[in-house]
């Protein structure tokens, strides 16, 4: 019988950039998996967060001319990064879509835009989003006798 090898997962690298939306800091996380980049966002405009998700593929990056002499997609992310210190990616709402659109300054290339997707939560990711908006609403509520009570 043939032995079945088990293929080490190989581990992810996570870094973090932040970007603006109608004057607001946003972070961004992006998370090198395999030959993936997986980029999220949360977006807190309201009491309950949006998360949104994409995943794009190191093919999909180098159809942009300007990354096909990186190597390797934490080359891009470095890259990407740099260039976010000079001009922060824009974030553009479009229907349920999130659009990162990082600028990579030059005229001969195009600049890169990721799309990302709502992600849908799960039971328990709701519970908890709606614990923590509880429990900041009761510090609120107590925050507010305490300066009621030190006013008399």
Do not use: C, R, V, W
């Not at 659009?99 to 890169?112: A, P, Q």
């Not at 799960?122 to 609403?137: A, G, H, P, T």
């Amino acid at each position: 019988m043939e032995e079945i090898s088990i293929k080490e997962e190989t581990p992810s690298i996570e870094k973090t950039l932040e970007a603006i939306k109608d004057n607001t800091k946003i972070t961004l996380k992006i998370k090198i998996k395999g030959n993936n980049f997986i980029i999220s966002t949360e977006k807190k405009d309201s009491l309950i967060p949006k998360i949104y998700e994409g995943i794009s593929s190191k093919q999909e990056i180098q159809k942009n001319k300007y990354f096909l002499g990186f190597d390797t997609l934490d080359e891009i992310l470095d890259e990407l990064i740099s260039k976010s210190k000079s001009e922060s990616p824009k974030l553009i709402e479009e229907h349920d879509y999130l659009i990162i659109k990082f600028f990579l300054s030059s005229s001969s290339f195009n600049d890169l835009e990721f799309i990302l997707k709502p992600k849908s939560k799960n039971s328990e990711d709701k519970f908890k989003e709606l614990y923590d908006i509880i429990s900041e609403l009761k510090k609120e509520i107590n925050n507010l006798k305490n300066e009621n009570i030190q006013l008399k």
